[in-house]
């Protein structure tokens, strides 16, 4: 949306800049910028070879799970958002996605850097599989049957796989090298999960403003029409699942090299809603949606919520009698961050994404405002 | 007798829902570069023909050729790639993309960017991307679509929704052209604009067009030739004037204004 409109005084005088995602020079130096002082972060914490204290290591490895969810949702903004096939499954192919990973690296002692891509490869084929019912059915009971897959693939990797899995228990997993290089810290991991994020991020959007991009919206917005227009539905639907699932195996991969060790209680039916809730509240459908979704669900959940549980605390047990204070966190936290989701989605019904294009619009017409 | 020198030959098709028999053997032949009218009341049929042919309903027997070509057994999304574009009665945009992402849409089958090419972007599909708005922007320029080409078509009024939609089915640069009702429900201004593009994308591109139409005021202007159908049967077919005189015709459309 925000595409139509200009900065005033800017004016396309090709159709290639009006394609290009930084139409001014100005716009491309902001987000090399950004770019370049993200990846500086590592170095100013005490995991830096310069011993400084300036980033404390805390907000690295938060910045490290944000960015392995940015890749998970993003796949899942591939499927949902622009493909318009919701699926409640997407946890389990990042299962898929870690085990694998793990796998390959501990029992057959392959190097992280193949054992990624394979892992993605391998997770795009099962998110393939569970894509098959989308030939047959849409919405609300594709709904139902992707959440089949929710359902059987931690079931297969409990119990048939076990011996390679370890079952309930949690596996480890090994630190990642590459020329003798140990990306055990956090620190390290930052410039793995960093770069593959925002290239990951880069792809999906490239593929939303070209041929594919298109005819996945083509999909969400009008299946019928799209079939007589010449775009074969069946097939794109397959390649929606296939990207998403792909993505979901990058990121739970990561996720395993970056804890060195995979659970499977992490990758549960309430791990799919939540990325689902981290995408419509980001706004689904926009490509910065993710973005926006799993920092503010991240950083709710991880730094906003468990900052304001002493101060409740304090207050509380005189108030709320029937809350115990030994787990007022399990008590509370879940509704806190329930009613916050509500809030922000009953004030920003179509997501971040949408309300920053709104700012961004208002700010670019400045000061002709009409 | 297949008559392969014609466009599209719809030979005594037949299609039922159930109980309803929307079509009943009904057939006829349009000509490269002619100009058809389908005109039937209410109900009659015509839309479900359009479907038929365009595979989005199954005819349960006789068969389309296109070209002599039999198409029947393919999926609609073949047919489009043989070079069959249309448009709907009710409106069917996408509605969330601007005005030119739905014409970008329809260059699909003329574009080759698979996933992996797309997400690399530079190369192959920012070329394509570049090559395929010019021909896009031609159709823009043609439709008088300029000052709406950002616009998302959801928010647009019905009449230029009908415009996009005719630039769309344009964009898929078709041989053989469907509209279902293109001018229905425009006021005067807006149906006269709409007939001068379909008479200019006749000429200049000559364009087989195949056009579903009440107006009998707008068909005999536009059409070469009528084919008149009733409760699913063929009635009448010929030029405007014999339809005119047509005493099924007037039956059909007894009480009514023709
Ligand atoms: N998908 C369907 N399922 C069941 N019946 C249908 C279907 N499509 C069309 N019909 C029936 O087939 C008959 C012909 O419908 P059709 O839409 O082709 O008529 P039409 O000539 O286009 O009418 P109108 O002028 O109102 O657009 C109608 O009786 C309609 O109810
Ligand atoms: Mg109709």
């Known amino acids: ?339 916050a989701l509500a809030i922000f989605l009953v004030f920003n019904p179509r997501g971040l994404a949408h309300r920053w294009e709104i700012i961004k619009i208002a700010w670019k017409l400045r000061p002709f405002s009409h | 007798m297949v008559n392969s020198a014609a466009k599209l030959h719809v030979d005594n098709i037949s299609l039922g829902f159930g109980g309803i028999k929307a079509l009943q053997n009904v057939g006829f032949t349009v000509g490269h570069g002619e100009i058809v009218a389908v005109i039937g009341p209410n109900g009659a049929g015509k839309t479900s023909l359009i479907n038929s042919i365009t595979g989005f309903y199954r005819p349960q027997t006789g068969a389309i050729r296109l070209d002599g070509v039999d198409i029947t057994p393919l999926p609609p999304y073949k047919r489009a790639q043989l070079g069959i574009a249309r448009t709907f009665q009710n409106i069917a945009l996408y509605t969330n993309m601007t005005a030119l992402d739905n014409l970008m849409a329809a260059r699909h089958i003329h574009m080759k960017a698979n996933a992996f090419t797309s997400a690399i972007f530079y190369g192959l599909a920012r070329r394509e991307e570049i090559a395929n708005r010019q021909r896009v922007e031609e159709i823009v320029d043609f439709l008088e679509m300029e000052n709406i080409r950002k616009a998302i078509v959801g928010n647009l009024s019905y009449g230029l929704r009908k415009r996009v939609e005719l630039g769309r089915a344009l964009a898929l640069e078709p041989t053989l052209l469907l509209l279902d009702e293109p001018m229905a429900g425009m006021n005067v201004e807006e149906k006269e604009d709409m007939a001068r593009f379909i008479l200019d994308i006749h000429e200049r591109q000559k364009m087989t067009i195949v056009l579903i139409e009440h107006d009998m005021g707008l068909v005999m202007d536009i059409s070469q030739r009528v084919v008149a159908i009733d409760f699913g049967r063929k009635i009448a077919e010929g030029t405007p004037d014999e339809i005119k005189q047509d005493e099924h015709v007037i039956k059909a459309y007894l009480g009514q204004e023709i």
């Open chain 1, 1 to 339: 949306m925000s595409s139509n409109i200009r900065p005033s005084g800017v004016f396309d005088t090709s159709y290639a800049q009006d394609i290009a995602l930084n139409r001014t020079r100005a716009d491309k130096w902001l987000s090399n910028g950004l770019f370049l002082l993200l990846l500086l972060l590592p170095l100013l914490s005490s995991d830096g070879p310069l011993g400084l204290n300036i980033v404390p290591t805390l907000w690295i490895g938060t910045l490290n799970r944000i960015a392995i969810f940015v890749i998970a949702v993003q796949g899942l903004n591939v499927l949902t958002g622009y493909c318009g096939q919701i699926s409640l499954g997407h946890a389990a192919f990042m299962a898929v996605g870690a085990y694998t990973g793990a796998i390959l690296g501990r029992q057959l002692g392959m190097t992280f850097w193949l054992a990624l891509p394979i892992a993605a490869l391998v997770t795009g084929l099962v998110g393939l599989i569970f894509g098959l019912p989308s030939l047959r059915v849409k919405g609300f009971y594709l709904a139902m049957a992707t959440l089949a897959a929710q359902f059987i693939i931690p079931w297969l990797l409990r119990y048939p796989l076990e011996p390679l899995t370890n079952g309930s228990r949690p596996l480890d997993v090994p630190v990642p090298t590459l020329f003798g290089i140990s990306f055990a810290a956090d620190g390290a991991m930052f410039y793995i999960i960093i770069p593959a994020a925002v290239f990951l991020s880069l792809a999906a959007r490239n593929m939303l403003r070209s041929r594919v991009g298109r005819a996945l919206i083509s999909v969400r917005d009008n299946d019928i029409a799209a079939e007589q227009m010449g775009i074969n539905v069946f097939n794109y639907k397959l390649l929606a699942f296939f990207v998403a699932a792909m993505f979901a195996g990058i990121a739970g991969c990561l996720a395993a090299y970056n804890t060195n060790s995979v659970s499977l209680d992490t990758f549960l039916l309430d791990q799919s809603i939540a990325m689902l809730a981290m995408l419509v509240i980001g706004g689904a459908g926009y490509p910065l949606g993710p973005m926006f979704g799993v920092t503010l669900v991240l950083l709710l959940q991880q730094i906003i919520i468990p900052s304001l549980i002493p101060p409740l605390n304090n207050v509380l047990p005189g108030l709320l009698p029937f809350i115990n204070s030994v787990n007022i966190y399990a008590a509370l936290s879940p509704l806190i961050f329930g009613a």
